[in-house]
């Protein structure tokens, strides 16, 4: 009995929780099938619990779905061509946020999670409970790790996931929060003041949600057998820490590389509207999946300097 309660808990549960935002439209189907195989790899393989994967699913959809509903109700559409305010009705907003969401992209765009948007933020996760399978199995011995090091190398790579997780959650939290209680958002490279929502910008709601997105991932840590690592208040604060620099340097590299177009109102905006905006800054091929893949890459590799050293 009690395997058959632990097998629905951690697969058809979740699984259950991916069927009813696809029916909602917060994921694409090719969202729903990488989240898939990422749930594969992670619960399956590296016999990891997934929960941390579907709480940061769950939760980043909350919180993008109240984003937008402030959106339609106030509605600043600032990547609109009216200017920096755009108010229109509530029925017309919600109808335009409702048109996006089935074209997939960002949800802090309005738009479903697709496979590109699950992987950029969960990739890592993955690729760390992959290589602590490997290490389980005996792949990796005497290459990386040695026979005695194996349950080593998995709280390590355990770890390692979690603060991955945490830094997407804060720029998650970061986004949203910053759109819905942001005021006169600031380019973090320059400044200046920028619109609402543009890669780049922050604001002091901003910086509690990242702190707050941190703060709920680390909390995991407190629940994942992670001894011979540290104390768990240690490994709270360290993937909290860890999470809000990520925040930051997402922040940092959006504002210096992230693609941005001018709308007809002169202000720089993230969105394309389907190429008829021209590139103002950035490089075309550098969206918000991308940004979001690097930064969890350099925070990766910045997280395995500093427990290495």
């Keep these: 009995m ?33 989240a898939g195989i990422l749930a594969f790899v992670v619960l399956i393989l ?13 939760l980043g959809t909350l919180a993008g779905k109240f984003q937008l509903k402030k959106r339609a109700k106030n509605v600043d559409f600032l990547d609109s061509d009216e200017g920096v305010e755009a108010i229109v009705p509530v029925e017309k907003a919600l109808e335009s946020v409702e048109a996006d969401l089935g074209e997939g992209g960002d949800i ?20 760390l ?10 792949w990796l011995s005497g290459i990386l790790i040695s026979p005695a090091e194996v349950v080593k190398f998995d709280k390590t790579c355990h770890l390692l996931a979690l603060i991955s997780l945490s830094v997407s959650c804060a720029d998650t939290l970061s986004s949203d929060l910053g759109r819905i209680w942001g005021r006169s958002p600031r380019c973090i490279t320059t400044g ?11 604001t002091v709601a901003g910086f509690f949600g990242a702190l707050l997105g941190g703060a709920l991932m680390a909390g995991f840590v407190f629940w994942t057998d992670l001894s011979g690592l540290g104390s768990k208040s240690y490994l709270f604060l360290l993937v909290l ?3 809000f620099i990520g925040s930051i340097l997402d922040s940092v590299l959006g504002a210096l590389f992230q693609a941005k177009y001018r709308n007809s109102a002169g202000h720089f905006v993230d969105s394309s509207d389907e190429g008829k905006r021209p590139l103002a800054a950035g490089f075309g091929w550098i969206t918000n999946d991308v940004v979001n893949g690097i930064t969890g890459t350099l925070m990766l590799l910045l997280s395995v300097v500093y427990l290495c050293w």
């Design 241 to 243: 820490i860890f999470g």
């Design 108 to 127: 802090k765009q309005g738009k479903a999670r697709d496979h590109w948007q699950v992987l950029a933020n969960g990739g890592i996760f993955m690729l």
């Design 129 to 138: 409970a992959f290589l602590a399978f490997m290490g389980s199995s005996g």
């Design 2 to 34: 009690e395997i058959i309660v632990s097998f629905f808990i951690e697969l058809i549960f979740p699984l259950l929780i991916e069927v009813v935002l696809v029916k909602w439209r917060w994921l694409t189907i090719s969202g729903a099938v990488a």
């Design 192 to 202: 200046k003041i920028v619109v609402p929502g543009v890669s780049g910008g922050v």
């Design 46 to 58: 590296a016999k990891w619990s997934i929960w941390p994967l579907v709480f940061f699913l769950i």
